[in-house]
């Protein structure tokens, strides 16, 4: 079935440091979500996108829709120790065909 | 944060008993999920619900039922539990147009 790679799978970064993951499909996506999930809570949305080539800021947050449809983008910078959680990328068509990624694991070193 | 609540957040039950785990919302989406979440696997589908008593399959709901008796409620039923079922569950919500989901707290769910 649909797969979505996530990379990296996990990242050690200093705090204040800038932090970028990717999400990659051999499929086509009419929607790209990110979200960020803490131990023992759901995951929250942070930015979802609509448009190939859009680019959308949430805060210190950046995301991006690639122009091929197929990847997706997010930066955050200057991390803060909040930051750390895992973060979700999910390739959504319509409202019952969502594929999420594996999960990127952050870690912030104060 | 979207208004989703789900009951009970922990249980423990033993293998072979019946088991309904609740999501409500204050929103009034029309769109309702159930995922569950394990380590390897990720979020995967169950159930999901497009309106008042319509509702069909994910991609891993053997062993699984749901009802929507309700906008607000969404319920799934583990009719005889298994270890395998033994889990994280979320319930999701979201609404025409572009449909990106809202996700509740979770319940973990053991099953021995």
């Known amino acids: 079935g649909q797969q979505l790679n996530q990379s990296p799978q996990s990242m050690f970064i200093q705090e204040g440091e800038d932090v970028s993951m990717n999400c990659t499909s051999s499929?086509?996506?009419?929607?790209w979500l990110w979200y960020k999930q803490d131990p023992g809570e759901g995951p929250v949305l942070l930015i979802a996108?609509?448009?190939?080539?859009e680019l959308t800021s949430n805060g210190r947050l950046t995301a991006q829709f690639g122009i091929t449809r197929k990847d997706s983008f997010l930066n955050i910078s200057a991390s803060i120790p909040s930051d750390v959680g895992i973060y979700f990328c999910?390739?959504?068509?319509?409202?019952?065909?969502?594929?999420f990624g594996p999960g990127t694991s952050l870690s912030v070193i104060p | 944060d979207a208004g989703i609540t789900q009951s009970p957040r922990h249980k423990v039950t033993e293998t072979g008993t019946p088991v309904t785990l609740r999501c409500h919302q204050t929103?009034?989406?029309?769109?309702m999920y159930w995922y569950r979440q394990d380590p390897g696997h990720g979020l995967r589908l169950i159930h999901y619900?497009?309106?008042?008593?319509?509702?069909d399959k994910g991609e891993v709901s053997d062993g699984y039922s749901v009802s929507r008796s309700k906008t607000e409620d969404f319920l799934l039923t583990l009719e005889s539990a298994t270890s395998s079922q033994t889990s994280v569950y979320f319930c999701?919500?979201?609404?025409?147009?572009?449909?990106?989901?809202?996700f509740g707290p979770g319940t973990r769910l053991t099953v021995t």
């Open positions: 619900s497009y309106g008042v008593k319509d509702t």
């Open positions: 499929s086509i996506f009419n929607t």
């Open positions: 999910a390739g959504q068509l319509t409202y019952d065909k969502v594929i």
């Open positions: 929103e009034n989406h029309r769109y």
């Open positions: 999701a919500i979201s609404e025409s147009t572009y449909y990106e989901q809202y």
């Open positions: 996108l609509y448009k190939a080539g």
